[in-house]
């Protein structure tokens, strides 16, 4: 699941293939390679990606075991959902509040 993480990271950075490949010193097909599963990166290529994005490489390995796990996946999807849930009945009552004020 490292590919995976390393693709999440430069999406989140909205970094294209090419862009992010030229900071880390490398052609566009190895990054695609990498993202893609096909070949895996080197320690070296990890500390770079550690360096440009300011993450520890620990936290990258992390988040990359944490893709793996399922229910890990699950309990996360559920606590962000309550919490937009929580925000929404928020945003809900706020509204009726507003509308009764306005009257």
Known sequence: MLHK????????????QKDLAEKLGI?????????S?????TLDLLNRYSS???IPLSSILFFSENLESDVKADKFKNFI???VIA???FIAERSAYDATVKE
């Open 52 to 54: 440009i994005f300011d």
């Open 81 to 83: 959902s309550s919490k």
């Open 27 to 35: 052609s566009k097909s190895y990054l695609s390679e990498i993202e």
């Open 5 to 16: 993480a390393l693709r999440l990271m430069r999406i989140f950075y909205d970094l294209s």
């Open 37 to 41: 599963g096909k070949k895996q990166p």
């Open 87 to 89: 925000i929404l009945n």
